[in-house]
């Protein structure tokens, strides 16, 4: 089932989504220092492109750096990528079969505005 979510989720929204943060993390190592926020977009990406069978996890050794940087991503890149998840999925709940869709792009908001300190795991 997760395959079929996952090939149904890249058709109508990942590739979008995938693109996005492509943008985002391309834009942010231009600048040396925001490289580390570069790297994030790229992980997140890669999840946005296929996440069902997968969940992101807070890492337990994340600090204080960890938040002041989230700070700094929500200011430069986080709240445009958390509007596209917020828009695509009302878009995807208009529809009864794209709802699961929809419920996993909300799901995303939160990793969109703080991706420093998380990582990306197998679903149990």
Request: glycine share 10%.
């Amino acid at each position: 089932m997760n395959t079929i979510l996952n090939v149904v989720w890249l058709i109508l929204a990942g590739i979008w989504l995938w693109i996005g943060y492509m943008l985002a993390g391309l834009l942010m190592c231009i600048l040396i220092v925001t490289i580390p926020w570069g790297i994030a977009s790229f992980r997140i990406a890669n999840y946005s492109l296929w996440p069902f069978g997968r969940e992101v996890v807070s890492k337990p050794t994340s600090g204080a750096w960890s938040f002041i940087g989230n700070v700094i991503w929500v200011l430069l890149a986080g709240w445009w990528l958390a509007l596209e998840h917020l828009v695509t999925g009302i878009i995807m709940c208009l529809t009864i079969i794209g709802i699961p869709l929809g419920i996993a792009n909300f799901k995303l908001i939160p990793v969109s505005l703080a991706p420093l300190g998380k990582e990306i795991v197998e679903s149990r």
